[in-house]
């Protein structure tokens, strides 16, 4: 029984994995968050995401993955658009239930596979999109 229960939930390491990967999709939420502050305030993306951190109203606690120490990665793509990217250990959970996902607000926009992982943002239209 045990052996089963471990092979369905993937044991001890997959469950840190996804904690980690979990961690990150909170880090980067988090980024979203100020930037899209930074760009309301200040009518304009930072040009790194450094430039958050010069106003308490925009800090972002963590730039860098806790796990590889790594930064997260931020791309500005056009006026209202940028990116954000990282690193992950395994797919996210679950299926897709074929829902537009365009909203960053939204659990499903994060949605990612195993490895590096893009996911564009346009704040013009304050939704945005996954990227590989």
């Known amino acids: 029984m045990v052996a089963v229960s471990a092979w369905v939930t993937g ?11 979990a961690e990150r999709i909170d880090d980067l939420r988090s980024i979203y968050r100020a930037v899209s502050s930074f760009s309301r305030e200040q009518g304009r993306l930072p040009a790194t995401l450094e430039e958050c951190n010069t106003n308490p109203g925009t800090f972002i606690r963590t730039l860098n993955d806790a796990v590889t120490g790594r930064p997260y990665g931020y791309h500005i793509t056009g006026d209202n658009t940028f990116t954000l990217a990282a690193t992950f250990a ?19 926009f994060w949605r990612h596979g195993a490895g590096s992982h893009t996911f564009a943002i346009d704040l013009g239209a304050r939704s945005g999109k996954a990227a590989d």
């Open 90 to 108: 395994l797919p996210s959970r679950g299926t897709d239930s074929g829902r537009d996902y365009s909203d960053p607000k939204r659990e499903g």
């Open 11 to 21: 044991g001890p390491l997959q469950a840190r994995l996804h904690t980690q990967d």
